[in-house]
Nanobody, 121 residues
Framework: QVQLVESGGGLVQAGGSLRLSCAAS????????MGWFRQAPGKEREFVAL???????YYADSVKGRFILSRDNAKNTVYLQMNSLKPEDTAIYSC???????????????WGQGTQVTVSS
């Protein structure tokens, strides 16, 4: 089992920045890729970014160049730095763990509780 705890959501104006954190715990948590998904009201959950390991990351096209995902293996924590935020980034952001280098929802076995990010125009 892997437990994931997110923090760092909140309200920010368009153009601003937020940093989300996701701390993983569990005996094998360090062997999982850690990613972020988001779900806006009335929309399906979508892939945002994945830190497959300390050096390999993947991003959705919608956030590429604005979001930066980093991983601290010593702390079993990933950080999603979100810059140049737009109102369309408003969503519940959830951290998830996967055994595969995948952007597909069903490949993620463990999920955090989610944190709200609201970007005002």
């Amino acid at each position: 089992q892997v437990q994931l705890v997110e923090s760092g959501g909140g309200l920010v104006q368009a153009g601003g920045s937020l940093r989300l954190s996701c701390a993983a715990s569990g005996r094998t948590s360090s062997s999982y890729g850690m990613g972020w998904f988001r779900q806006a009201p009335g929309k399906e959950r979508e892939f945002v970014a994945l830190a497959w390991n300390a050096v390999t990351t993947y991003y959705a096209d919608s956030v590429k160049g604005r979001f930066i995902l980093s991983r601290d293996n010593a702390k079993n924590t990933v950080y999603l730095q979100m810059n140049s935020l737009k109102p369309e980034d408003t969503a519940i952001y959830s951290c998830a763990a996967t055994r595969a280098a995948s952007t597909i929802l069903r490949d993620y076995a463990f999920w955090g509780q989610g944190t709200q990010v609201t970007v005002s125009s």
